[in-house]
Nanobody
Framework: QVQLVESGGGSVQSGGSLRLSCAAS????????VGWFRQAPGKEREGIVC????????YYIDSVKGRFTMSRDNAKNTVYLQMNSLRPEDTAVYYC?????????????????????WGQGIQVTVSS
């Protein structure tokens, strides 16, 4: 079965840390560009970081740069998102997604349909 499964979400206080994992099954993740996206209540889903299949990047949006770190473990067919210095505005459902159509990974909303595989999403809640 082809799927992405996120884990590691939960509730933390402001300033805390969480590490999300995204494990792929049924396909080899390292040939895909992989992105992390999030959707806060009442807001559109936004891309926050992505990494190319050639290991170009990661590329971060400004609001998470310096606080979040994305990495790959090809041996485990898994990508990670280490989130430090979390803020209440980071509260959202987080998704990982994989695609290979574009020349490099993209996070803009217009590129979300290019992502072929999506995880089910996992809740991250940051309290002040």
């Amino acid at each position: 079965q082809v799927q992405l499964v996120e884990s590691g979400g939960g509730s933390v206080q402001s300033g805390g840390s969480l590490r999300l994992s995204c494990a792929a099954s049924g396909f080899t993740l390292d040939v895909y560009h992989v992105g992390w996206f999030r959707q806060a209540p009442g807001k559109e889903r936004e891309g926050i970081v992505c990494i190319d299949n050639s290991d170009g990047g990661p590329y971060y949006i400004d609001s998470v740069k310096g606080r979040f770190t994305m990495s790959r473990d090809n041996a485990k067919n898994t990508v990670y998102l280490q989130m430090n210095s979390l803020r209440p505005e980071d509260t959202a459902v987080y998704y990982c997604a994989a695609e290979w159509y574009e020349p490099r990974c993209q996070m803009g909303g217009q590129y979300q349909p290019s992502y072929e595989y999506w995880g089910q999403g996992i809740q991250v809640t940051v309290s002040s």
